[in-house]
């Protein structure tokens, strides 16, 4: 069976800082792999997307951005954090060439101070 | 622009009432609006509806599309407290979901 795991659960960062959030499916090949992020109270922002390794699109302008370096891993990343990045980051994985169910993550839970 | 709009943002209900949460949508390249259950961390599928008028169920919800008047609805009979959840949909085009901001559904004892 598939699985998709997403770590750390929590990240509580300083303004300025880096980020890294990693993202892993098991189970299923050439997955379409999503980054979305939710802010309180609000719907699911998609942030990146990616249907094949080294293939991302951007969805939304910002300090952040992802890579795919390999077929079933997704990363999202910062230089440097603002207080607006704040917020629960989903990474999520769909079949190939399909847009329907999708299969998400814990989440990763981010506060910049 | 695409959007995805549901009503109510939220709701609260005895247990045993019965739950409609609404969902409109206007998406280019429409493929299918599809419903999830967020309880306290991730997303957790519900239904996909591809056609117009047909109902889908799983055990107390249902659902419906009609791709005229672009909208979908979502019921729950006989809800129970672990009914209590944000419940979202989300329009399909291609690659992407258009997400609702969802319904904050809370069920009181």
């Known amino acids: 069976s598939q699985t998709i795991h997403q770590w750390p659960a929590t990240l509580v960062q300083p303004v300025g800082s880096p980020l890294s959030l990693e993202c892993t499916v098991e189970g299923t090949s050439n997955p379409n792999l999503y980054w979305y992020r939710q802010a309180a109270g609000r719907g699911l922002q998609l942030l990146f997307y990616?249907?094949?390794?080294?293939?991302i699109s951007s969805e939304v302008p910002q300090n952040l951005s992802a890579s795919r370096p390999q077929d079933r891993q997704f990363i999202l990343s910062s230089k440097k954090l603002l207080l607006s990045d704040s917020g629960f980051y989903l990474c999520?994985?769909?079949?190939?060439?399909?847009?329907?169910?999708?299969?998400f993550g814990e989440g990763s839970r981010l506060t910049v101070l | 622009e695409d959007k995805v709009v549901q009503s109510p943002l939220s709701l609260v209900v005895h247990e045993g009432d019965t739950v409609t949460l609404n969902c409109s949508y206007e998406?280019?390249?429409?493929?299918?609006l599809l419903w999830y259950k967020q309880e306290k961390k991730a997303p957790t599928f519900l239904f996909m509806l591809t056609s117009s008028g047909i109902e889908k169920k799983s055990g107390r919800l249902s659902s419906i599309l009609d791709k005229k008047e672009l909208f979908s609805i979502l019921n729950i009979t006989a809800t129970q407290t672990g009914d209590s959840a944000v419940y979202l949909c989300?329009?399909?085009?291609?690659?992407?979901?258009?997400w609702g901001a969802g319904t904050k559904l809370i069920i009181k004892p």
């Open positions: 990616s249907v094949g390794i080294g293939q």
């Open positions: 998406v280019t390249n429409f493929r299918s």
């Open positions: 999520a994985w769909s079949v190939i060439g399909l847009t329907g169910e999708l299969f």
């Open positions: 989300a329009g399909a085009r291609t690659y992407q979901l258009i």
